[in-house]
């Protein structure tokens, strides 16, 4: 699979190890492809096994989550924590409550959060959490209860310089707040060991547009470097409308896009004349229902209940940000007949290795999430700063300190495929890129 004997023997141990873990397999696999090519050029890092010790997380915490529903009933959840890698810094990720979380989806997250953390340039190492737990459908007493229970367990393993998780998919402001507020009681102290939290107990600013925000700047950048275009007047298409889909569209807007479809797992609505992005926002955060329900206030615009059917619209620039490999090759392939110009993951791994290859193949501008979407831990990283020296900064002033870390996060990408003569190739930029920093690290720390 892999030029080098080295890279290739490896990964034939892990398709063993790991069999019944395809989403880890995955992000390994890509992974590899790029450090293939200069794999040559770094001797030290066949002769100090960083390959082996790299795709192996430093710990990985599994545990029961037994919680009592609204009518009695005792519930049972299995709760992760994967403190992948600390070479950089602290162990550093979200949290997921969602019914397809696994083990292998868990490692696979934790896998890509240290190469994000290091593309950033903060000092954060790379780890991911959560459950097989759905709040949908939930109260928000189960949604506390069921909190309390994963915290009571998670509490020992995390803390402002060990380990500080945060939102992700199926976890946000509410789920932080209950979290935080049990881990500061089990603990008996108030520190930073969370971010993403409420503006009223230590949340940062811009924390929580952050994501979607910082995803449009790597966009901005991109198209401005490598097309001398911008997302002005762009017809742009956003999957999932949850946290970074929101926001992605309404910094898209903002920039002078029209986002023409939005996703979620109703569906999509589509306006040639654009989604009035405000209104998702409303429907998602305020009414907490779904897509479905956009034809209440816009009864002219099209509602299709199968959310799939959204890659046959035309469009000049796709944010995939909803879930992993919702993007396959059939979905690629109907993306380049439509002359589509850019791909920009919003969310982690959402796009297949077949797809992206197909892609690129097609020269299309592919931005790899673990670049694209570093908005939202940097961000955290800067909520943990303020923690740390007790202020706050104004929006403006994270707001800035974020553009101009996605600036820089695209220019080490760009620069890095260029030396490795993948000029364009951002895959291949974030990759070497991300690894170079963690690998130095691993080898001035020693057999550890
Ligand atoms: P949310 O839970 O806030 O939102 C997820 C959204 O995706 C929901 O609107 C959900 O629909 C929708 N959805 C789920 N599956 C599909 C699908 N197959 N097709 C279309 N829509 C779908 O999660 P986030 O926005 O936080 O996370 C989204 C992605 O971004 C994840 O991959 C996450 O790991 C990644 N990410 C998140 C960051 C963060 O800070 N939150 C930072 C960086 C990356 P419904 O509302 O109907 O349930
Ligand atoms: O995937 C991600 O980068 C996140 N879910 C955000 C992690 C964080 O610690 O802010």
Redesign the pocket.
Known sequence: MFESSYLNKVYDELLIKSKNEPEFLQAVEEFLKSIDLIIQDYPDIEKYSIIERIIEPERVIMFRVPWVDDQNGIKVNRGFRVQFNSAIGPYKG?I?F?KSVTLSIMKF?AFEQMF?NSLTGLPMGGAKGGSDFSP?GKSDNEIMRFCQSFMSELYRHIGADLDVP???????AREIGYMFGYYKKLKNEFTGAFT?KGLSFGGSLV?KE???YGVCYFAEEALKIMKNDSLKGKRIIV????????YTAIKAVELGAKVIAM????G?VYDENGIDVNYVRDI?EKQKK??DSYPIAYPLVKFVPN??E?WTIKADIIFP????N?LDIEDAKKLVKNGTIMVCE?????TTIAAIDYLIKHNILFAP?KAA?????AT?GLEMSQNSIRLNWTATEVDNKLHSIMKNIFKTCYNTAKKVGKEGNLVIGANIAGFLKIYEAMVAEGVI
């Open positions: 979200g997921r969602d997250l994000k949908i945060a939102g992700d998919f199926g976890v946000g993403g924390r952050a994501t979607g999957t999932g409308s949850g946290n970074v889909g929101t996703s979620d797992i109703s999509y998602k779904n897509l959310y799939k959204v940000c909803a879930t992993q919702e919003g969310a982690n791994m959402p999430g979407n570093a908005g939202g831990v955290s």
